[in-house]
Each structure stands twice: as structure tokens, then as C-alpha cells.
């Protein structure tokens, strides 16, 4: 759908490039939303002090060659010189009109695509996944979907932690247990906290363990097959459990997106020789680092990223540079969206910055941090069990939907629900519960993990959404109709269904953004508007009982068109929308 925000700015551009000259073609026309009109241009005030001229000149100037025929039905000068500008009712209609009738509701496959890396999730092997996954899992999910929507080239990429030092202790653990132990389901094996914690509370108490497990870790670097066989053991239970949490979230990361920290392990010494060789890595300290310029400790001293250990052992970052060099020489990537913890922004900036000197990211190359903000308990602190722990992302789950469940069961349902149907209903309203308050924050802000919050039925929640979708569909149901069969023609009698259909415009407005700067929650914003804009409509006016045949052919439209709209953007954000509610 043709964002009327878009559509006007364009138009103002070329009024201000034919009054002003072409130099002013890419200005920024100001435009924005008015209580007066629909949209105003700003444009005529910054403009004036420039040219050293009043601004409601400037702003008649605008006008006399403003060309908006067939959009804009009035256009006015006011105040210190804005421009009101009232799009043309038909316009409105023959968009909406046209999106229904599009499979894409109208948005346009970019004519720019790019190839992107999503890196998200980025779980570790042998660890339970905690909430801070939880957020990159979702946020990352929703980021890969809307970009591919819009017609890019998405490489969704889990960077797990399969690699590196704790493997030793693990191994050596596993091997004690009895590796048949692995093999069963019921084995502690297969409790992936208990069996970290065991592993290291050896490591801590047991300096044998502690040899051994050092030995195992030069034994795994070095590639022995039979150390490898057993490191492979714990991946795979690591990616059986992955991938449970990944269906009943309903995201969309197999096993083909893994490119785990191991799958770098070979080109770490490349990566370390070609830094030494362009002079940027360095032995300071016994160490092999960089110091890319600008970052500074707190005596003014440079900053270090540590490329090669002391040990000779390679880390984190020098598998992240090695990592940005693959993508960039390999898979040919334009752009890389880092969907990871704010904690862990210096490292990414510091990685970034080597990577610049070393010429893998140029400006044709963008490199971003999608930081994913601290996630806290309503205690205002990090979100922790009662014992303190972590907290076990299927549990949270479970809660959710068993929550779900309970308001449910308070709607005063007119048609009832066998058990099945009910269960698969709670699930999908549990889990979009979770998804969506996840994804309405802006993803840097900490964000509040409160169930009686997000499992509301109003307010900005994933239930009302999904709620507002199960509502339409059901307006469908009562009237014997199938939603593709309601095309209009759309008038517009009413107000709210006026601002309804204008909300509905800017569907694919929204989407460029979001994708545009990786920030899912303007998406999650905007199906709140259209579900809002929805419910005041469906107050006002009557769709089934409608005074007459036209206005119920134009409103059953509308609902079409909304329930589309909803239905895609929640998809987009990977929010399941249950047929009946
Ligand atoms: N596995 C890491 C963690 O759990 C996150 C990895 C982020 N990605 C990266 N390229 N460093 O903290």
C-alpha cells in the first residue's frame, strides 16, 4: 500500500525542486501527522530561515506548484506557514480497494535487495536457554521475516556457542555419566542446567577433573576424531532441545541456519595471519591484539580487542572477526544485523571497528547491533526464579499458556470450544502473549517481564490482537461469507471508517522502516493502531445490519481488508492468529 506520508512527501519534493530549484529535490518535506488535516508539510519554516524569506510565502510558493490531483482534496496554508493537506476520499478508497486485491496487500517487493545475515538466538551448547535468548530468539525471527517480506535476500544465521573451553569440562562430565547415559531420554544428560553446573562444580572441587578436562580441551582444538566424536554427542542433544523450544515458539530457525562457533574454527589462523600481516594485530603484553583507534580505558590508555591469547588460544572475538570476514568474502553479504544482548555492545563495537581497519567492512558493508535490552521481573531487577536461578524458557512458556488459559475461560464464549480445539487456542494465545510483549518494547529498552500484563484481553497485548483477527472472522462466519469474497466497492460514511482505511495505508510505510532499522516494535506499534482503529469502527458502525447493500458490501471490505492486514503483520512478527476465539 502506497504510505500517503510517502506519496505526499514525494510530492511536496518536486513542488519544492520546481519552485526552489533541483537542488532542494531530496529536501525533507516535514511531513506529519495534524489535528487539522490529515497530514502537514513543515517544510515552509526551516526553508524560510534559510532563504531569508517569510515563511508563509515560502509556504504559498509550495503550493502554487504543488501538483497532488487525485490524492489531495484540499490543501490550505496556516499558521506561521504549514500546509494542510486532506487526502481525496476516493484516493483513499481506490488504495485500500487495490490492496485487497493484492496477495501482497499491495507492498512492493523492494527494487534494492540486499543480501542480509539476521544473526539471532545464538544459544549456547549445554546451557539452558534464559530469557535474554528468549527476547533475540523472538526480535531476531521477527527482523528475518520482515526483511524477506520486502523481497531481501535473509541468511538467518544461529551463532551458537559450541566451541571453546567449557567443552573440556562437559566432555570429561559425559564420560563419567557413561556415555550410554546420553542415549537415554531420562537421563540427567538431558537437564542441560543440572549438567553444566555438575560439570563445573567438578571443575571448581576436583583439580583431577580439572587436568583432564584442560587435556580434553587441547584434545578437541587439535581435532581428534574420538574427542570430536563426543563433543558431536553434546551438540546434537543441545540442538534436539533447541529445536523444541524453536517449533513450540513458533520460530522460524532450523538446524541449516546453525553456523555455530566451530564452523569458524579453521579460519581462525587465517583470519590472526592476515591482521598481522596488514600490521594491525600487535604483541602487547605477551598477547596478540588490536587497538583500533577512538577507544580508550579509563586512564586514556587504548583499548585492546585480544586476538590471540597468551596461551596461543584463540576467543570470542577472534571468532567474530573471523567471522565478519567470511561473511563478507564468502557469503557476500550487504548488511549484518547482530540481534544480541546490550551488554555486549563495546565488543561488537570494538569488532566492527578492527574490521574496518582491516578493510572487511567497507561502506558498502553495514554492519548493526540490534542490542536486545535487559529482560526484568516486575521487582524492577533481572528476571529470576524465586530460588534465584535463571528461568527456564519452557517454564515461562508454560506458565504463559496455563495464564492464557485461565482468562480465556472468563470470555463469555458463544460458541463453545471442544478440549482440543480450546488447548490449541490457549497455546497460540500463551505463546503470542509472550511474542508480542517482547516485541511491542522498543528491543534496546529493558522491558518488564509481568504475565498479568502481556495475557490481558485489552490494551496493547497479543490477545487483544489476536482477539480483534478472531473477531473479524467471525463477523465473516455469521454472515455466510468468505472474507477474499468482499471487494467493495469501499465509501466512506462514516469518520471511523475513514480513519480506519487511512491507518490501513500505511502498512507498507511501516514495514520499510521496520526493516530498515531492524526495529520490529514499529510493526508491533502499527497492527496495534489498525486493531484500535478496528474496534472504534466496529463500535460505530453496524457491518451485518448496515442501513444498506452498498455500505454493507464497503464495511464487509474494510473488515477484509483489516483482518488481512492484521493477520500479515502479526506473521510477520511470527504471532499466531487462531481462527476463533
Ligand atoms: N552465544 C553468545 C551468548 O550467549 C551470543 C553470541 C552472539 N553473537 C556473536 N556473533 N558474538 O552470549
Known sequence: MPDPQLVLATRVQAALSAAFG????????????????????????????????????????????????????????????????????????????????????????????????????????????HVGHLRSTIVGDAIARILAFLGHDVIRDNHVGDWGTPFGMLIEHLLDLGEDAAARDDSSVHDLTAFYQAARQKFDGDPGFADRSRARVVALQAGDPETLRLWRILVEISKRYFNTVYRRLRVSLTDDDIKGESFYDDLLAPTVQELEDKGIAVISDGALCAFPPGFTGREGEPLPVIIRKRDGGYNYSTTDLATIRYRVDTEHVDRMVYVVGAPQALHFQMVFAVARMAGWLGDEVRAEHAQIGNVLGTDGKILRTRAGGT?????????????????????????????????AIVEAVGVGAVKYADLSVALDSEYIFDFDRMIKFQGKTGPYLQYAAARIRSVFRKGGLAPEDATGPIVLTHPAERALALQ?????????????????????????GVADAFTTFYENCHVLNAPDAETRASRLALCAATLRTLVTGLDLLGVPTPERM
Open 22 to 129: 533541483p537542488s532542494y529535490a531530496d529536501a525533507d518535506p516535514v511531513i506529519r501527522p495534524s489535528q487539522f488535516a490529515d497530514l502537514q508539510a513543515n517544510v515552509a519554516l526551516p526553508l524560510a530561515k534559510k532563504l531569508g524569506r517569510k515563511p508563509r510565502d515560502v509556504a504559498d510558493e509550495i503550493v502554487a506548484h504543488l501538483d497532488v490531483a487525485g490524492v489531495v482534496s484540499d490543501v490550505q496554508v496556516s499558521g506561521p506557514g504549514f500546509v494542510n493537506l486532506t487526502l481525496s476520499d476516493a484516493w483513499i478508497t481506490a488504495e485500500v480497494e487495490r490492496a485487497l486485491a493484492d496477495e501482497r496487500l499491495g507492498v512492493p517487493v523492494t527494487g534494492r535487495p540486499q543480501r542480509v545475515v539476521v544473526e539471532y538466538s545464538s544459544v549456547n551448547v549445554a546451557k539452558e536457554m
Open 391 to 423: 528461568v527456564k524458557l519452557v517454564e515461562l512458556v508454560d506458565e504463559a499458556v496455563e495464564r492464557a488459559g485461565a482468562e480465556f475461560d472468563k470470555i463469555d464464549h458463544v460458541e463453545p470450544f471442544d478440549d482440543a480445539t480450546r488447548a
Open 504 to 528: 490501513l495505508l500505511g502498512f507498507g510505510g511501516v514495514l520499510e522502516q521496520a526493516g530498515e532499522t531492524a526495529e520490529p516494535h514499529k510493526l508491533a506499534t502499527y497492527v496495534y
